[in-house]
């Protein structure tokens, strides 16, 4: 199939950046839409051209490294990363937008390349549990129930793409914040830290730059691992039961 | 302990003198805790509004049971309180809300535009019409407010004017067609927020679940419903003579 | 053809920090003959750490616990995206929670030997006692794994053993101890005890004074072009399968990093070991940019066929039953469709080359579900495979309970590596290396669900241990950043790039990438001959001559430039290639992943030749293109006897 691009090309962070046409031609529905890009790179390479910068990996949609929004929807049409996202559910003729996850906390690298490291942040400001090396009991001292652990797995199945924070009107992070307050606070592993986690990873968050919730659902409907909204009301009570507690931050 | 490591040290110090942030610092500085603070007053002035929309519905048996009613209101609490305490306290109560709800989806506001600068040249809208009005929705019912106090309750701008008369003023005020239209219109504008706003405090507070969810939304649908067409009434009333 | 002769055998190589005695007390003695240093001072030593996968990740938090002053890199945006993430299967540990007979030594034994044995043993004995540590470590960190009802841990069994020793985390178990990991490291780096360069690659390694010292990387964003010292270097790279250009690693994993670390010395042991998974989906096209693996859970119900006939273009559905060759069930009546990866993957590999296969290009066969559906019904076969149905289907768009998957082998893990003694360290001193990075634990073959175990043995329990050791034993006096070495190094690393940027040629870096993974993937992949070694060794230099002659590398070298990236990557696949190419000739025998069709029993198997071969070939870098010197650690089994595998 013969398709038209609009990609955003951004050289470098402070450049002003535009959205740039080009046209592909001999796609393969069989294609994976990053196979596609890199088709279209093989040719701009011989053509003299710079390639489209973009972040992929894993192409098997574990990473978390892929993520552009593709005609207004993170990770485009379908409910999955870009890299499993095929050309089959384009058609010919087709004119695709392709641009990079616009947030004020991923500010553009190049093209659509964006920093993602405000995400490694919240992280390490409470997503953990504290157990150095060698300190840790026997594993079957705390039984979890299966409901429980099956729950906090969901929730740990985020991937940190960032999907979530492109398609939010606010550019926020809850969903990716609570998928790892939930995943942990509800096992007894996380307990001892769970205010501190949570008023921690709240605080980071914020400080990061990231919008606040208005539950526009947005986030849930992008996510590529099905992460529930549900999980943001979850964090939203850890953090006010935090909050009435008086739990200390870590920091 | 091994102070030669001044890391170690200083961690085990800070962890010492760390004292608990207060809880209003928590709540209001982060992004999560204004949030509440939103649900929680919002949910304040529901409770309001529901019991003063059932209030208004007694215009439809008449002026004297209406301004029977409303004096009423000024007697509550007595002799424990004095006279219009517990009016003032509503009030008061009330305004803290308004002013609280209003400062924080300010607040909250500028920063969600902050922080997307950039908006994508291709959008597409998911979200519900309700979800996405909350904004200019919230500046409307201001607004109401302020001119709904000026009209009925310090009667500055009510034709009739007429202390202790609500009834009047009230026949008086919707007497006029586009005073009622722009009642109507912020009444739908009112369900509208409700709709959001309900289902929204109970995420916010952490009251949802998937079990919840959809009783949540059915709940806040009927609550939009109930209000919107119980505020609506007394203008209809009006305009179609019921009440006169 | 030119006679072989292209390299030169040297001393003799031995692992001397191995204690003896008996087998299961060596770890314990090795942790207390080794030195210590002392807390108060480890702050002053400063390690690097290069990869954040689970070795890596786990290597670096534990050394910034203990007090050591870390410095990590990753050339991934984030250290949580390392490739380790997407193993699926599980982990293996000598748990007995089932006991169902399982042990320490069980675990060891069914180790070296699913590595057909070319594994040492001490190393695979303390794989073996470690691993229960590590669920423990990983239970407590969060980490989610799949629990029973009682809400203990659930365990599954896996190819090749007989006991149920396998922990996981639905299909992501790699994601979730990879996610405790990077936790735990992300705390270390909030702490400020681990400083963290991500989307920074090193490209060389600096040896001073014989022992290494630090390493030059390039800031991939900007393209500064930096030196780091430490006391010691830790290699956590990972392996090198995308030398093939397909396979399941993911695209940006590379050979850079360990392939530099052996040019500066140290030895590349074991390069011909590569594991090639056999239900892997098939490419659809000259546009594949990698493979996508899908569990072997799948062979346990699924029955593998061909059609009898060459060239069958039918429909699957109307082959007929008598017109099927189910061709595993007949060659294998009594393993059938679940025989071990290698065995698996060749024998699709001769049906396709008789021209029998199915699906675009003929590569690949069918792994037939009707079966199992009549007999489960759809419903259990959703509950044990829906997912990776699902996956099947985004990908092919076709609907595995009604076609049959198409399935072929892909390049998945290599079991080759660094040249590491009992303490991890290569054999330039000072420079470690471990996770799929180093050669040791797994032989000829890796069973399932064993490299996770041995990244997290490696990065939390062994390294964290042994490195002490060496710091402890060796004056570090700090490296001026005007180092003679350094500055070589640095200028070799600037002139190499240069050169790239401006040949200015005619072919596109991925197009040298794609053909010499075609010519390896067909000369050295899961069959070998002499014959196709020598012409993959006759091609390899002409391939790297025609690449510096022909490539074209857009932009410059002070920006994010992902084009450079790959053709920098690719100047170390052509020569690692060649390496791989001549271990692979001079190991006539056949042994596990290494299959030479000139070594093979009566009815087709692997024939190893133990009396010529039961060493560890170590590789001695002598300049690009110029003859290596080998170095065979002879292996010896005191435990485990060498027995020849059955299947049948």
């Known amino acids: ?251 | ?244 | 053809m030119t006679e072989y002769t292209r390299y030169t055998t040297g001393e003799p190589l031995a692992d001397t920090k191995a204690p003896g005695g008996p087998i299961a007390e060596r770890w314990d003695r090795r942790r207390f003959e080794a030195k210590l240093v002392n807390p108060a001072n480890r702050r002053k030593h400063t390690v690097i750490v290069v990869g954040t996968g689970l070795a890596g990740g786990a290597a670096g938090a534990t050394l910034a616990e203990q007090g050591y002053h870390v410095v990590q890199f990753c050339y991934q945006d984030s250290p949580r995206r390392a490739h380790s993430i997407a193993a699926q299967g599980g982990i293996n540990a000598a748990k007995n929670y089932r006991n169902d007979g399982d042990s320490v030594h069980r675990l060891f034994y069914d180790t070296v030997k699913g590595g057909d044995f070319r594994a040492r043993e001490s190393n695979v004995h303390r794989l073996a006692q470690v691993s229960v540590e590590i669920i423990d470590q990983c239970v407590a960190q969060g980490v989610p794994f799949a629990r029973e009802y009682g809400g203990l841990l659930d365990t599954r069994s896996f190819g090749g053993v007989q006991v149920s020793r396998t922990f996981y985390a639905r299909g992501q178990t790699g994601q979730q101890l990879l996610l405790g990991a990077y936790q735990a490291l992300s705390r270390q780096i909030d702490a400020g005890t681990v400083e963290m360069h991500a989307r920074t690659e090193m490209l060389d390694l600096i040896v001073v004074d014989g022992r290494a010292r630090g390493i030059v990387a390039r800031d991939l964003v900007t393209g500064r072009i930096d030196t780091y010292f430490a006391d010691a270097v830790v290699l956590a790279t990972g392996g090198y399968g995308n030398v093939f250009y397909l396979s399941t690693n993911a695209k940006n994993s590379n050979a850079t990093a360990a392939w530099r670390a052996h040019r500066r010395g140290a030895y590349f042991a074991n390069p011909c070991f590569t594991q090639i998974h056999p239900t892997c989906i098939p490419r659809s096209g000259d546009h594949q940019s990698k493979l996508t693996l899908m569990s072997e859970s799948l062979r346990n119900d699924g029955r593998i066929w061909v059609p009898k006939a060459k060239g069958d273009t039918r429909p699957p559905a109307e082959i007929p039953e008598d017109e099927r060759d189910y061709y595993l069930e007949r060659i294998y009546p009594s393993f059938g469709n679940l025989v071990p990866r290698d065995i698996a993957s060749r024998a699709a590999k001769n049906v396709c080359d008789e021209g029998r296969g199915v699906g675009p290009g003929g590569q690949g066969v069918y792994l037939d579900f009707a079966d199992a559906i009549a007999r489960m019904g759809r419903k259990a076969v959703e509950a044990r495979y829906g997912n990776l149905f699902e996956m099947y289907e985004r990908i092919t768009a076709e609907d595995p309970y009604e076609v049959p998957m198409r399935i072929y082998p892909a390049i998945h893990y290599t079991m080759g590596g660094l040249w590491v003694d009992y303490d991890l360290q290569t054999t330039v001193p000072g420079l470690f290396a471990i996770g799929e990075a180093n050669f040791s634990d797994h032989g000829a073959n890796r069973l399932g669900a064993s490299a996770l175990m041995q990244g997290l043995a490696d990065g939390y329990f062994v390294l964290p241990s042994t490195i002490n050791d060496y710091l402890a034993r060796h004056p570090h006096k700090e490296v001026p950043d005007e180092h003679p070495a350094a500055t070589e190094a640095v200028a070799g690393v600037r002139e190499r790039l240069g050169r790239l940027l401006a040949a200015d040629g005619d072919r596109t870096p991925d197009s040298f990438h794609r053909e010499l993974g075609e010519l390896l993937w067909d000369e050295c992949g899961m069959a070998r001959t002499d014959a196709g070694l020598r012409k993959a060794l006759d091609r390899i230099p002409e391939l790297r001559e025609e690449f510096w002659r022909r490539i074209k590398v857009p932009g410059t070298g002070e920006e994010l430039n992902q084009s450079l990236e790959k053709a920098n990557r690719i100047v170390d696949y052509l020569e690692l290639a060649e390496l791989m190419c001549l271990d692979a000739l001079h190991r006539t025998e056949s042994c596990g992943g290494h299959f030479r069709e000139e070594s093979q029993t009566a009815d087709g198997e692997a024939a190893r030749k133990d009396e010529e071969f039961a060493y560890t070939a170590a590789w001695e870098f002598t300049g690009t293109g110029s003859a290596p010197v080998l170095h065979k650690e002879d292996l010896h089994f005191e435990y485990v006897h060498p027995t020849q595998r059955s299947y049948q």
């Not at chain 2, 809208?125 to 607004?143: D, K």
């Open chain 1, 1 to 251: 199939m013969n398709l038209t691009l609009r990609i955003w090309r951004q050289r470098t962070p402070e450049d002003a950046g535009a959205m740039t046409t080009y046209e592909v031609g001999g796609i393969s529905e069989d294609m994976s839409f990053l196979e596609m890009l890199d088709q279209l790179n093989e040719e701009l390479i011989l053509a003299g051209d710079e390639p489209v910068a973009f972040d992929h990996d894993c192409r098997e949609g574990i990473c978390g490294a892929c993520g552009m929004v593709i005609n207004g929807r993170a990770h485009g049409p379908e409910r999955t990363t870009t890299c499993q996202l095929h050309m089959r559910h384009f058609s010919d003729g087709d004119t695709i937008d392709v641009e990079p996850w616009r947030a004020a906390a991923f500010p553009v690298v190049k093209d659509l390349v964006v920093d993602r490291s405000a995400f490694d942040r919240v992280i390490g400001s409470g997503g953990y549990v504290s157990v150095p090396t060698g300190s840790a009991p026997e594993a079957h001292a705390t039984p979890v129930p299966k409901p429980v652990a099956d729950l906090a797995f969901e929730h740990a199945e985020c991937i940190g793409c960032g999907a979530c924070v492109a398609a939010c009107p606010n550019g926020s992070a809850m969903l990716f914040t609570s998928a790892k307050v939930v995943h942990l606070n509800l096992l007894p592993q996380g307990a001892p830290e769970r205010e501190s986690r949570v008023l921690g990873m709240v605080e980071a968050m914020d400080d990061q730059g990231f919008g606040g919730c208005t539950n526009t659902g947005e986030c849930a409907t992008a996510c590529p691992k099905g992460i529930p909204l549900s999980s943001i009301a979850t964090m939203n009570r850890e953090y006010l039961r935090a909050s009435l507690k008086g739990g200390t931050r870590r920091r």
């Open chain 2, 1 to 244: 302990m091994d102070c030669d490591r001044p890391s170690v040290c200083a961690m085990a110090l800070a962890t010492r003198t760390d004292r608990p942030p207060s809880l209003i610092g928590s709540v209001w500085r982060s992004t999560v805790g204004k949030k509440a603070v939103m649900a929680v007053t919002g949910l304040v002035m529901l409770a309001y509004l529901v019991a003063h929309m059932l209030g208004n519905l007694k215009v439809f048996f008449g002026a004297g049971e209406f301004n029977h009613y409303g004096h009423w209101i000024r007697t509550i609490g007595e002799p424990f309180l004095h006279h219009m305490w517990f009016l003032w306290l509503t009030r008061a109560a009330l305004t803290a809300s308004v002013v609280l709800h209003g400062v924080a989806a300010y607040q909250l506001s500028r920063r969600d535009l902050a922080a997307r600068p950039v908006k994508y040249r291709r959008t597409r809208q998911r979200a519900s019409y309700a979800t996405r009005t909350m904004r200019w929705g919230g500046v409307i019912l201001a607004l109401f407010i302020v001119w709904h106090i000026l009209d009925l309750t310090t009667l500055t701008v009510n034709p009739n004017a007429q202390e202790g008369r609500l009834y009047e003023n009230l026949v008086a005020s919707f007497g006029r067609w586009y005073v009622a239209v722009f009642y109507i219109a912020a009444m739908l504008a009112l369900g509208l927020h409700i709709r959001h706003g309900f289902w929204s405090a109970a995420q916010t507070l952490g009251a949802n679940s998937p079990r919840r969810d959809r009783v949540l939304k059915a709940a806040a649908n009927g609550l939009a419903a109930l209000l919107t067409c119980g505020f609506i009434a007394v203008p209809l009333g009006v305009m179609t003579g019921v009440v006169s």
